[in-house]
């Protein structure tokens, strides 16, 4: 597989939110509006780069018994990492996003990924795989938060495109999260057949 | 390269190390971020003080009042005019039954209690329904909703669907009441303190100092 291919299988082929159904609770939980989908989205890639190069660096030192709670631990550092230097410096973003940024520890992509992918292949390709999966990830996370804030807040990017008023509430709560969720799965299958 | 064999001490080895560099890592990272967290921290304290209040030209120290329905009291950041006349007071109030739970309000009061404006410092309502307490109590295009410039004792700060005078965020109810049952933990503190302050002439600032 070349790179290119390595980079680009995360917002189509393989991508973690279309395709594998992975991250569902940070997927369905922040992407309320376009900006909390894409922060989320871009401090999982950041996290999920990071831990894959690492991880990628480290196998081979790693006996494969505690090979599971070694990952957890150094994709927590790195959580906890993206956590205080956005209450530091991004204190808006951090009160919106919460309780999710924890979470991405648990999050399954970033697990996936360093078993599936970067225990496995050499630090380059982690790298590139960590960086395409995330950014696939942000796409898709950004995507449902423009639909959802569109329909149901009459905005994007907090910018008002028609008035509040005539926006369907459902969109923004988690209902719509698993409508809007729904029919672009459906609509990304419905691609991957033609 | 082959992967470490799984031996007991490979193992122990590996875990402490793994746990040892990531410990090392955070430490740093967090000594590194301290200050800057406080920082912004007290910065949207500070700016919410000064939106809430009318002009003031200083702030005096802060202090710490257990309300009678709560169990975390509320810090008052009293404000002075050049003459060192109190012109009012900023209450740093919560409630507990949001529709997200917990919710943080910065409260504006003049010394008789009347409202000066608000700022919700932290919650966790749904964005496009109860989020809009934000601004909804603020509207002075809205006379039923506002609630700058009244007072508690006079006005009833209920939401009107239970008897009160105050209209509720539209299809937020819930919110809207736990906005409203802050606010009210906010004046009946802050006046109760007012009035025990003003009948204890001269140990006016004993209850102060026991923070």
Same mark, same amino acid.
């Given at each position: ?8 299988k ?22 309320? !509006?376009? +900006?909390? @989908? *894409? #922060? /989320? %989205? &871009?401090?999982?890639? =950041?996290? $999920? ?13 790693i006996?494969?018994k ?11 550092s ?19 996003l ?27 390709? !982690?790298? +590139?795989d @960590? *960086? #395409? /999966? %995330? &950014?696939?990830?942000? =796409?898709? $996370? ?53 | ?51 809430v ?79 809009k ?79």
């Amino acid at each position: 597989m070349n790179q290119l291919d390595n980079f680009t299988k995360g917002f189509f082929k393989e991508s973690p939110t279309f395709t594998l159904l992975l991250g569902m609770c940070p997927t369905l939980g922040v992407t309320s !509006s376009a +900006i909390n @989908g *894409l #922060g /989320m %989205g &871009l401090a999982t890639t =950041f996290v $999920l780069m990071m831990s894959n190069i690492v991880i990628s660096l480290v196998k081979n030192v790693i006996p494969g018994k505690v090979r599971i709670p070694s990952f957890i631990v150094i994709i927590a550092s790195f959580v906890t990492v993206v956590e205080l230097s956005m209450q530091a410096y991004l204190p808006s973003l951090y009160k919106s996003l919460g309780l999710f940024i924890p979470l991405i520890v648990v999050n399954c992509i970033v697990l996936g990924r360093a078993e599936a992918f970067a225990s496995k292949n050499d630090v380059l390709s !982690s790298m +590139i795989d @960590g *960086l #395409g /999966m %995330g &950014l696939g990830f942000s =796409f898709a $996370l950004t995507l449902l938060g423009c639909i959802r804030e569109f329909l149901g807040s009459g905005k994007l990017f907090g910018i008002t495109v028609y008035p509040e008023n005539y926006g369907m509430l459902i969109f923004v709560l988690a209902p719509g999260a698993f409508i809007v969720l729904g029919y672009l799965i459906a609509l990304i299958n419905r691609l991957r057949k033609a | 390269m082959a992967q470490k064999e799984s031996t007991f001490l490979n193992m122990v080895l590996t875990l402490f190390l793994v746990t040892l560099i990531g410990g090392g890592i955070l430490g740093f990272v967090h000594d590194f971020t301290k200050d800057a967290i406080i920082l912004s921290k007290n910065k949207a304290q500070e700016d919410a003080i000064v939106k809430v209040l009318p002009s003031f030209s200083k702030l005096g120290k802060s202090y710490k009042l257990l309300p009678a329905d709560g169990d975390d009291s509320l810090e008052v950041f009293p404000a002075y005019d050049a003459d060192s006349k109190l012109v009012g007071a900023a209450v740093k109030t919560y409630t507990k039954k949001g529709f997200g739970g917990f919710i943080s309000i910065m409260v504006g009061f003049t010394p008789d209690g009347t409202v000066t404006g608000y700022s919700v410092l932290e919650h966790g309502e749904t964005p496009g329904l109860g989020a809009k307490m934000t601004t909804w109590f603020n509207n002075p295009d809205k006379p039923k909703q506002d609630i700058i410039g009244k007072n508690p004792k006079t006005t009833r700060f209920v939401v009107s669907k239970d008897g009160g005078d105050i209209d509720a965020i539209t299809a937020s109810t819930i919110s809207s009441r736990a906005f409203l049952d802050g606010i009210n933990r906010a004046f009946n503190t802050f006046i109760q303190n007012m009035k025990t302050a003003s009948d204890a002439t001269s140990g006016a600032s004993t209850k102060k100092e026991g923070e």
